[in-house]
């Protein structure tokens, strides 16, 4: 499986972007896709994660009611849709992918990124 990230660069405090994680080699629908952030000198965090089979989504707090995470699964793309960035939001974004069940799905997007074994490039998000 490979994972390529698309969108990402720098907006103004309250505008938006759209990022775009392209999967490539799954067969399946029974996938976890989830986005991460790492900032400079900040652990990693789990911003948002979404069940390819069903739909189901998470949020982390910190972005909740600005970001949307959405699945094409026609074309194996997950589209993480950000509003009313804040400088905050700076970091690089990260998707990544596994074929977890939807609780593992959970628990890697909040605590244990180690589970999820496939990873895009990154792309970086500054929010001036």
């Known amino acids: 499986v490979q994972l390529v990230e698309s969108g990402g660069g720098s907006v103004q405090a309250g505008g938006s972007l759209t990022l775009s994680c392209a999967a490539s080699g799954y067969t399946y629908r029974s996938y976890c896709m989830a986005w991460f952030r790492q900032a400079p000198g900040k652990e990693r965090e789990g911003v948002a994660a979404?069940?390819?089979?069903?739909?189901?989504?998470f949020y982390a707090d910190s972005v909740k009611g600005r970001f949307t995470i959405s699945q094409d699964n026609l074309n194996n793309t997950s589209t993480l849709d950000m509003n009313s960035l804040e400088p905050d939001d700076t970091a690089v974004y990260y998707c990544?992918?596994?074929?977890?069940?939807?609780?593992?799905?959970?628990?890697?997007?909040?605590?244990?990124?180690?589970?999820?074994?496939?990873w895009g490039q990154g792309t970086q998000v500054t929010v001036s």
């Open positions: 990544a992918s596994d074929r977890l069940n939807w609780g593992v799905c959970l628990q890697a997007t909040a605590s244990r990124p180690q589970l999820l074994s496939f």
């Open positions: 979404i069940y390819a089979a069903g739909g189901k989504t």
